[in-house]
């Protein structure tokens, strides 16, 4: 090689050493604890990666993070009558793959989503929708099958998301790996278990985001990212564990966000009524009072989480106060009330009534964070009270079979004694959370509590009307839940972030809605 | 030789066969249910039926078996049932990453633990013995996940010297196969060690020596053949491990290796995914054998199978 040769190749090498390092300033790379399977909303509505479809696809409305609407595909709405919301669009738009976005494709996307013949999942999302209809160009009606007080709100759900349906109807599932939206980023790259790559939209309707290159990395291990957040692999971690918050939010070159999840966590009982301990009504009080949830989310959940004080998240709208203090004595009165003693069994003191123990299963699904030191501590606080309690924890897939057989009356009282549940609606107004938990008809009714009077508050709640009827009603529902002591309160969920300081435009969102397009780097 | 080899290769068809039986079998008696992890907990029952129906989960086992058999004959491995694209696609790239991890980590270990197990054994009682005998202790015992994040510390997050997670770079290989190379290392050098010093004792090596051969000749060419046949069967049964998902140091590193994708797999009841997964390391861990074998006959002449 002679010096002229050597010379070129050297300018060669640092020249594209200077062009990688300018393209890295503009990109933002983002950790991320588990991958979709799918980037059509339509296959994959898990929550914990709606954030990233969101890159992609985008819904009429959005929620800011103190909870208003956003116009966002739809620039204005209004009610026409009981059943119907008339959306006017956003003009100029257009998907990725160049199909305009209209109110055709408002309607397509319905059409595709409530399609009998196939399996979408984000129908499941919007039950009281039924459909959508062409006005005119911009103008699309939506329509519910009754009148529907939260019809709004499921406008704005992370699940949802108004896809380019018109192209998913000609390929089929391969728009699972070539997704077309309407969003500031379009797929670039997506390699499988370990990264997507996505570049600025240059036709997004909000202007071109000003981050050139946006990359998601499946990160399992919440140590891993953390220590790759550190040395500046990464920018923003979605979740970070709770343990490692206060150490990263003291260095300098971190920056720690949190947003309450408006995802209350409780230890719901089996109200089956043959049930042979928590069919009586005074031994779920009992145990609601045995149970210290400041110390769960204080001492083990630490910024994850807050003390829950009611049925609902705090920061939704039709949330009340309705508290579970935390009083032993109060518990045990109630339990010699209602003829139980304090018996002996081997090196424990346990409630007794007629020869029966106070004794049960927590069962706990394995999916939530850090569910396993809760159940213990739950466990332990209940056998100081004088409850033997056993843990058994099970895995997603039965987590479903249980909530399947429970539907379909094949298993009642035998599903289990105590069950770990969030409630996983995510709206700003709380009544379809209660809904799908509680009511009779509710769809994730795994307590199987049937209460007549509260169906009908509840209803009255979710019908259209006067907020202060509304909230009336929620009241009237939650103290219901309050007074049969539905559940044992634990605590609201908080999300945890953590961002390198040079990444401007960042907030936490109680419902994860992420706005990549605002973001910049310094 | 010729008929043996295809004598071996015919012996692993019915391997394989037993092997897909197994999986189905796993799947169908397992509990959870496919059905529900597709269509999440909103589905309606009736639509849930329907998909039972349509995937022909409705059917009797052995239907359910013979129309598996019937496509994996015609090299269809299915759809997934959780991403819904055909599951070669799905698998292909974690095949990829897994045998790229199995390589490096091959060579990682036979490069620790052969080389090391020598020393050892012609030093034997010496201080060399002493130390690499204490210190591979410590490397069969330390368990990956704390081999893998001390690793992690020291090179990625101290020295900056390799990336900390996926497959950005050339050497982001690196430090997942070292932390199941010191692990296979420590036992292969052991392994060595043992063997090497068995064929030591033998009388055509005190004649090697005595017809004045140079020591390395008689402890490389003479000793070290003779004491392969061990050293290269539990390299081959390591590779096997490692073909078949390194979970534990897949998931500290995040590298997209087959492992994490099974797991996950398994979480979800995907199970055109897992028993595609689960054939194709069988039928890996079978080839890695019949090579072994193969190798065997190659080290020792005298070896040869009926």
Do not use: C
């Amino acid at each position: 090689m002679d010096a002229r040769t050597l010379k070129r190749l050297l300018i060669a090498v640092a020249t594209l050493a200077l062009l990688t390092a300018a393209s890295a300033s503009n990109t933002l790379a983002v950790a991320w604890h588990s991958e979709p399977v799918s980037l059509d909303p339509h296959y994959d509505t898990s929550g914990s990666i709606m954030p990233i479809q969101r890159a992609i696809h985008e819904p009429l409305i959005k929620l800011s993070a103190d909870m208003e609407y956003i116009p966002w595909l739809a620039e204005s709405w209004e009610q026409i009558d009981e059943t119907t919301y008339r959306f006017s669009l956003r003009q100029g738009v257009t998907y990725h793959s160049g199909n305009p976005f209209n109110a055709e494709a408002v309607v397509a996307f319905f059409d595709r989503t409530f399609d009998e013949a196939d399996t979408g999942r984000q129908r499941g999302w919007i039950p009281d929708i039924i459909g959508a209809q062409v006005v005119d160009e911009y103008t699309v009606d939506i329509m519910s099958a009754g009148p529907h007080a939260t019809f709004l709100d499921d406008m704005t759900r992370i699940h949802i998301h108004i896809t380019d349906a018109v192209l998913a109807n000609e390929i089929g599932e391969r728009h699972g790996s070539e997704p077309s939206g309407t969003g500031p980023y379009m797929l670039d790259e997506w390699r499988r278990g370990e990264m997507i790559r996505m570049t600025a939209n240059p036709d997004y309707w909000g202007g071109v985001p000003a981050i050139e290159t946006l990359e998601f990395y499946f990160i399992p291990e919440a140590t891993t990212a953390v220590g790759a957040l550190e040395v500046g692999e990464i920018d923003i971690v979605w979740e970070v564990p709770p343990h490692e918050a206060a150490r990263l939010g003291a260095l300098p070159e971190i920056e720690i966000h949190t947003a309450s999840t408006a995802r209350p966590m409780m230890y719901h009982f089996n109200h089956h009524p043959d049930h042979p301990l928590f069919s009586d009504l005074a031994v779920r009080k009992a145990i609601t009072y045995a149970i210290d949830n400041d110390v769960i989310a204080d001492v083990i959940l630490g910024d994850m989480a807050d003390p829950l004080r009611g049925f609902l998240g705090s920061n939704t709208w039709g949330f009340f106060e309705f508290d579970q203090p935390f009083d032993p004595e109060r518990g045990a009165e109630i339990l010699r009330e209602a003829g139980w003693e304090l018996g002996q069994v081997g090196q424990y003191d346990v409630w007794m009534k007629d020869g029966q123990r106070l004794q049960f299963t927590l069962t706990h699904p394995n999916f939530w964070p850090r569910q396993a030191e809760v159940a213990e501590q739950v466990q332990a606080q209940l056998a100081a009270f004088g409850a033997l309690v056993s843990i058994n924890t099970i895995d997603r897939a039965l987590h479903w079979d249980i909530l399947n057989h429970i539907r379909t009356g094949v298993e009642g009282v035998a599903a289990f004694d105590m069950y770990f549940l969030g409630n996983g609606q995510r709206t700003r107004d709380g009544g379809p959370n209660l809904q799908d938990t509680y009511a009779s008809w509710g769809i994730t009714n795994l307590v199987q509590w049937n209460n007549p009077e509260f169906d009908e508050y509840l209803s009255q709640g979710l019908s259209p009307g006067p907020e202060e009827e509304r909230l009336a009603a929620y009241r009237e529902a939650q103290r219901l839940l309050h007074e049969h002591a539905v559940a044992a309160q634990l605590y609201e969920v908080n999300l945890i972030q953590a961002v390198r300081s040079d990444v401007v435009g960042f907030e936490a969102h109680p419902m994860e809605e992420p706005f990549w397009e605002r973001l910049t780097k310094q | 030789m010729g008929t043996y080899v295809v004598k071996r290769v015919l012996q692993i068809i019915p391997v394989l066969i037993g092997i897909t039986f197994l999986a189905f079998l796993v799947f169908y008696f397992g509990p959870g249910d496919p059905v529900l992890m597709i269509l999440g907990e909103h589905a309606s029952p009736e639509l849930i039926e329907r998909e039972r129906t349509r995937l022909g989960l409705d059917q009797p086992m052995l239907v359910q078996y013979a129309r598996f058999l019937g496509n994996l004959a015609q090299g269809d491995l299915g759809i997934s049932y959780r991403s819904r694209e055909p599951v070669t696609s799905v698998i292909a790239p974690a095949l990829r990453a897994t045998v790229i991890l199995a390589i490096v980590t091959m060579l990682f270990t036979a490069l620790i633990g052969i080389p090391t197990g020598i020393l050892a054994a012609t030093n034997r009682g010496g201080v060399v013995d002493q130390v690499t005998m204490s210190v591979t202790m410590v490397g069969v015992s330390a368990p990956a996940f704390f081999v893998g994040i001390l690793l992690l510390l020291v090179f990625s997050y101290q020295l900056r010297w390799f990336p900390a997670s996926g497959m950005r770079d050339w050497n982001s290989v690196v430090l997942p196969a070292l932390t199941i190379a010191l692990h296979f290392g420590a036992m292969l050098a052991r392994m060595t060690r043992s063997a090497m010093l068995e064929v030591l004792g033998e009388d055509y090596i005190r004649t090697a020596k005595s017809k004045g051969l140079a020591r390395r000749v008689v402890e490389y060419k003479h000793a070290l053949r003779n004491a392969a046949l061990p050293v290269v069967t539990l390299l081959g049964l390591q590779a096997g491990h490692v073909l078949g998902g390194a979970v534990v140091a897949e998931t500290i590193f995040a590298w997209p290796g087959l492992g994490r994708l099974l797991l996950n797999g398994i979480i979800w009841r995907d199970a055109p995914l897992v028993q595609a997964g689960v054939i194709i390391i069988a039928f890996m861990f079978s080839v890695v054998t019949f090579f072994v074998d193969i190798v065997y006959s190659w080290l020792n002449p005298t070896i040869r199978y009926g």
